[in-house]
């Protein structure tokens, strides 16, 4: 059972579904994104596959998107997301990422 989903955009092209689920966490990609021409992968340590990842902590790739030090404590004061509650600080911060990867809490 999936408790919270997290969108995953690559160059604003819908990659694939991260879940928050009773095991922890999953990240599958899209079957029309492998389909598509010259997909990319997330990151190096999720490459490319049809089987899902699963994971029981956040995987690093995506914990590495939230933002640390003094913007954490801002993202953290201003959405009222505890620190702790990584998959929310990801859905809250990561619309809008420094690289290729964004997060969205819906699909466009």
């Known amino acids: 059972m999936a408790y919270r989903k ?14 928050e689920t009773d095991a922890g966490y999953s990240f599958a990609y899209d079957q029309n994104y492998l389909a598509s021409d010259d997909p990319l ?6 490459p490319l596959q049809e ?10 790739f995506f914990d590495g998107l939230i933002p640390e ?8 004061h201003n959405w009222k997301i505890d620190q702790n509650d990584r998959f929310g ?13 964004s997060i969205r ?4």
């Open 6 to 19: 997290a969108f995953v955009y690559v160059c604003n092209q819908y990659a694939g579904l991260l879940e």
């Open 41 to 46: 992968p997330v990151s190096l340590t999720l």
């Open 51 to 60: 089987r899902p990842y699963e994971s029981q902590t956040l995987f690093a």
């Open 69 to 76: 030090g003094w913007l954490l404590d801002i993202v953290s």
């Open 89 to 101: 600080l990801l859905l809250a911060a990561c619309r809008d990422c420094i690289g290729n990867v």
């Open 105 to 108: 809490g819906e699909i466009l």
